[in-house]
Structure formats: structure tokens, C-alpha cells
């Protein structure tokens, strides 16, 4: 019974986050937390960090690939095979987005244990990336202003 009023409830909680993303945040840690989440290291080339770009999408993009090829390409389901599956997939961007639209008409039969094993892949690595996420938000976050004491007097 509560399943249905969580996945209901699902998109206004993300729609507050995303207002209070906007309302707090600088425009560097908006642009870099949007490319972050649309493929794994981008937002950390955009702020410069080359070697942690390299690492998120290292690991991420090709754990998510192993879950598809597991899954026989049906492991990214939004919402209409596993409904806590596709919450867990909304962090993967554009991987999920793109995965979702072009294995839409793809279904197995029967489930198994190989498919279950995919599943849990492309759905660690799209909540992985919630790491990423709060990394790279970290990371652009402006830099207070700190005074020296060594003012000039007039």
C-alpha cells in the first residue's frame, strides 16, 4: 500500500530538490552537477579535477554497460517492469534516458538469476553516481573569501 503513494509522492520530492538545488547552489555547481549527472565525470572535467573525471566514469559507465549485457538489455525498466528500479536508475542521466528509449520494446520471458545480477549492476552504478554527484557539488562550491589581517591603513 505504501509503494504506490511513495512512487506518487516520488517526483514532487525530486522537484523540491531540484528548487532548493537552484536556490542554494552558485551557477558553476548547477552546470557541473547537471553534466555530472547526465555522464559520470564530466561535471569533474568542467571544475578541473582530470583524475577524478577518469576515475567516476572508469567505473560507472562500464558497470552500467555489464548490467545491460547481463540483462540481455532489459534492465533498465522506468517504472513499467521493477518500479523501485527505475527510482534507483534516475541518477544515471543520460545513460538511463538513452538505455530506456532504445531497449523500450525489449523484454525477457522469463526473469533469472543472470537477469536479477544485471539489474543490480545498472542500478548500483546509476546510485553510485549519486557519489559523483556530491563530489562534484563539493568540489565547485565557491571558496570563501579569507582576510589576512594585513590591511593597509590609510
Known sequence: MLGPIVLQ?????????????VVSS????????????LVPGLGHLVVGRRDRALCFAALLIPTFIAGLCLGSFATVS????????????????LLTLITAVTTQGVRIPVEDTVYATGTLYTGAACLLNILALCDVYDL????????TGNAQKP
Open 9 to 21: 509522492l516520488a517526483p514532487f520530492a525530486v522537484a523540491a530538490a531540484l528548487l532548493w538545488l
Open 26 to 37: 552558485s551557477p558553476l555547481q548547477r552546470k557541473a552537477l547537471l553534466l555530472a549527472w
Open 78 to 93: 522506468p517504472f513499467d517492469r521493477h518500479p523501485v528500479w527505475g527510482l534507483a536508475q534516475i541518477p544515471g542521466g
Open 140 to 147: 565547485a562550491r565557491p571558496m570563501p573569501t579569507v582576510s
